[in-house]
């Protein structure tokens, strides 16, 4: 009966659509750019040139819908073995005023994107302070389980987050994952031994690790379609905020030692605020409607995006088969030959970002920096950070126009790029006069790149590609594959250079990014402009 209402009024929605573009059309002639591509969705033809008459003095952007009508759209064809999609786009208008509405909420999981980033950040300029504190300041080996144990907690939290994401929910999981980031914080702050401080570190890793899977879950099921790819970058974007404050925390450490304990007692605020404002979130109304809670699926989706659309986005979740009676998919699902080419890309994704090389460019900044004449630390990592930060901006600006595979293309070219040109300035005998600068360059070059799609991309991508039955779990595989690639690289990383050298170690990132080139040309799909459910029936057909 439910099902029947939402075609009843899509039909309505789709006569008036129909009329609608008749008159965008005849309108165009005059001044097409200011004619309303946005006007809103109604079967009340007064309305309709109310709203045409009011936005034909103002220029705006066409946007893509979530709705569509029961008529299979031709900007999707189903491909189960090349898993592609077709680049024309119907005509869709959107009404914008549900974006600033979803920003709020955005804002709030982008918390837990912050502590991501602070929780990696802060033990670089508190270490050297907390081993004397603690007594280690001779024994690296305990010092380097300080800094890997929070890896290891990483790689647990994210394989935990997605089956707690599809048991909980998404915004119950946010407050359960704000209780290990307050006790890791505190923990942390308070240890006056070296095993508490690592039991700190493990729960702060657990978190950080839950975060990672399910901040770019929740706003890619939240965000409206035409601005999904801005928002979803954020995430990236908050992750650098957070390492960029972690450093700015670390300022007073040398006029006071024991300020160390203050920089890892300051993450249980967001940690706090986290738990605080998921309680006032919506709820995904994708989850809400895939655990048979429509009604409830109805609220959230006016809650974000406005009562006129509740019938709109409904049908389409109806029409994308989410809530049908298949049961809830389970690990060994993503290894199915339903799923696994679009599981095994988003591994993919991560494994190829960690093996690019980006931990080793920015573990030798301090010393890259140094031989350009540059003797301070933090210069270093502010002007490493602030290229990270520029370059995440740039890439949110151009996600939903530009694309995400083809940024992601830009991004690893310019890496193999940047990673020729450091090895090239430590062998070349020729560019020993330019050798610091030249390295500088590089690694300014290499950090921007990476930035504008290797590192925002991918958590965004996944999402997206991943069919709502399976999205929480594959989400949850691909970054624990990210998680477990970074703590063995981290692990042997340094041996690999003390053998083969630096200069031949960057050859072999410049490879790896070339290979990744080819990689996405071939596997990944374009998925700008499209709804998570027109790219779930194109690349996930129900069998």
């Known amino acids: 009966m439910q099902a029947s209402t939402y075609a009843i009024k899509a039909s309505v929605c789709f006569d ?20 309303a591509l946005n006007c809103n969705f109604t079967s009340n033809n007064s309305i309709c040139m109310r709203d045409m008459g009011m936005k034909l003095t103002r220029a705006t952007q066409g946007v893509e819908t979530l709705f569509r009508s029961t008529v299979k759209p031709r900007s999707v064809k189903a491909q189960a073995s090349a898993g592609d999609i077709e680049e024309a786009t119907p005509f869709k208008p959107q009404e914008k005023k549900s974006s600033g509405v979803v920003l709020p909420f955005v804002g709030v999981a982008c918390l837990g994107a912050i ?5 990696l950040g802060v033990v670089n300029g508190a270490l050297e302070y907390l081993a004397k504190d603690l007594g280690i300041a001779e024994n690296t080996v305990l010092q380097g389980w300080i800094v890997s144990s929070l890896l290891a907690g990483a790689t647990v939290g994210s394989f935990t987050g997605g089956s707690l994401a599809d048991k909980f929910g998404r915004t119950r999981t946010f407050q359960l994952d704000a209780v290990p980031l307050a006790a890791g914080a505190f923990l942390c702050a308070t240890a006056q031994s ?11 890793g657990i978190g950080i690790g839950i975060s990672s899977a399910i901040v770019p879950l929740y706003i890619s099921e939240i965000s409206p379609t035409e601005i999904r790819g801005a928002l979803g970058s954020v995430n990236q974007l908050f992750i650098c905020v957070g390492i960029l404050a972690a450093l700015v925390a670390g300022l007073p450490l040398a006029g006071n030692p024991l300020w160390w304990r203050t920089m890892f007692g300051l993450a249980a605020v967001p940690s706090i605020l986290l738990a605080l404002g998921m309680g006032l979130s919506p709820e995904s109304p994708r989850w809400l409607f895939q655990q048979g809670k429509k009604s409830e699926a109805e609220k959230s989706i006016q809650t974000l995006y406005g009562k006129e659309r509740v019938s709109e986005v409904m ?14 998919a389970g690990w060994f699902d993503l290894f199915s030959s339903r799923y696994w080419k679009v599981v095994s890309v988003g591994a993919a994704l991560f494994l190829f970002q960690q093996l690019a090389g980006i931990n080793a460019v920015v573990y030798y900044s301090t010393s890259v920096f140094r031989s350009a004449g540059i003797e301070s630390d933090v210069a270093a990592s502010a002007l490493v950070g602030a290229s990270n930060v520029f370059g995440t901006a740039v890439a949110s600006s151009l996600m939903d126009r530009q694309g995400r595979k083809s ?43 990476f930035s504008l799609g290797a590192g925002p991309v991918p958590a965004l991508l996944l999402p997206e590609i991943f069919a709502s039955r399976i999205r929480a779990k594959a989400v949850a595989l691909s970054l624990g594959m990210h998680w ?53 029936r194109a690349l996930n057909p129900v069998v």
């Open 194 to 204: 070296v095993q508490t401080m690592i039991i700190g570190r493990v729960l702060a």
């Open 315 to 328: 049908l389409d979740l109806t029409n994308a088969g989410q809530g049908s009676a298949e049961p809830e």
């Open 16 to 35: 008036a659509r129909n009329r609608r573009r008749a008159c965008v059309l005849a309108a165009g002639f005059a001044n097409t750019r200011s004619v």
């Open 115 to 119: 502590l991501f980033g602070y929780h």
């Open 484 to 536: 477990i690639s970074n703590f063995v690289i981290g692990l042997y990383f340094l041996s690999v250079v003390n053998k083969f050298g630096i200069s031949t170690v960057y050859l072999g990132f410049a490879t790896v990014c070339l290979l990744a080139v080819l990689y996405i040309a071939i596997n990944v799909v374009e998925t700008k402009g499209r709804s998570l459910e027109e790219i779930e």
């Open 407 to 449: 940024l992601l293309t830009f991004s690893f070219t310019g890496m193999a790029a940047s990673m020729l040109l450091l090895s090239l300035s430590f062998t070349w005998k020729v560019l020993a006069p330019y050798s610091g600068t030249l390295a500088v360059l590089g690694t300014v070059l290499y950090v921007l790149s």
